[in-house]
């Protein structure tokens, strides 16, 4: 005859408190942005508000807003893909910029004192209803270093 083994079950408030403790460690993580400094040529992430520091000069990339989604929304036949725009300050010492990077081929990168930032893409994919929330975009970047080869 079979007889389950209900050691499991024993252990289940103490995995219960495990993951709820994990789930609130990652809700008190921070709002600024990934953690540390983000190394040059390397993608990274930014939700509206967040900020990521990226090599070491201090260089400072904040996501400001979505000023823009055009794209073609997902299960829609359409002409063009369209595009969506993000708009992002870059801070270094004393200088800063307000800078729009498109999903657009031809603006995916803007030029800030020695860095080119770039624009990889912008998640999630729009919807036809409903609008997308500003607080539900992603904007995946990358910054390097501009000078000689």
Do not use: K, W
Not at 25 to 44: R, Y
């Amino acid at each position: 005859m079979y007889r389950p083994d209900l050691s499991v079950l024993r252990r289940l408030p103490s995995m219960a408190f495990a993951v709820a403790a994990l789930l609130a460690v990652s809700a008190c993580s921070s709002s600024t942005g990934p953690s540390g400094s983000i190394p040059l040529g390397t993608e990274f992430d930014l939700a509206p508000g967040q900020t990521a520091v990226v090599g070491t000069n201090g260089l400072r990339i904040q996501f400001i807003t979505v000023p823009l989604d055009t794209r073609c929304p997902l299960g829609v036949l359409c002409i063009s893909a369209g595009e969506a725009q993000v708009e992002v300050s870059a801070r270094q010492g004393a200088q800063d910029s307000t800078l729009t990077l498109s999903t657009d081929a031809l603006r995916r990168q803007a030029i800030f004192l020695s860095y080119s930032i770039q624009l990889i893409g912008v998640s999630p994919e729009r919807h036809q209803d409903p609008p997308t929330p500003l607080s539900s975009y992603r904007a995946h970047l990358t910054v390097s270093l501009l000078g000689p080869d």
